[in-house]
């Protein structure tokens, strides 16, 4: 079992910056991959990051590629999402979400079904 709990949410300017983090419960963290999502009012979750258990492999949904920064602290159990020059599109929850990596330090994933373990969310808005 792992539990997440995400922080760091809240209201930016557009063009601010948020660092969002989610601890982590167990001792297996580090050989989870982890992913965040996010999700707006009337939309549905979408991928925003992933990061593969070793650190070694981040892939990017193409709306934050460049701005967002995916990073893991296996040591503390935590995985950071560092976010610059925000935009009013990225108002939403944004869930950070745990999954197996099958033995593969540099596996990553992007699909929601990949991960079982869930965080409860923490909500960003960005004003323009």
């Known amino acids: 079992q792992v539990q997440l709990v995400e922080s760091g949410g809240g209201l930016v300017q557009a063009g601010g910056s948020l660092r969002l983090s989610c601890a982590a419960s167990?001792?297996?963290?580090?050989?989870?991959?982890m992913g965040w999502f996010r999700q707006a009012p009337g939309k549905e979750r979408e991928f925003v990051a992933t990061i593969s258990w070793s650190g070694g492999s981040t892939y990017y949904a193409d709306s934050v590629k460049g701005r967002f920064t995916i990073a893991r602290d296996n040591a503390k159990n935590t995985v950071y999402l560092e976010m610059n020059s925000l935009k009013p599109e990225d108002t939403a929850v944004y869930y950070c979400?745990?999954?197996?990596?099958?033995?593969?330090?540099?596996?990553?994933?992007?699909?929601?079904?990949?991960?079982?373990?869930w965080g409860q969310g923490t909500q960003v808005t960005v004003s323009s």
């Open positions: 979400a745990a999954g197996p990596s099958y033995g593969s330090r540099e596996y990553i994933s992007s699909l929601k079904s990949s991960y079982n373990y």
């Open positions: 167990g001792r297996t963290f580090s050989t989870y991959i």
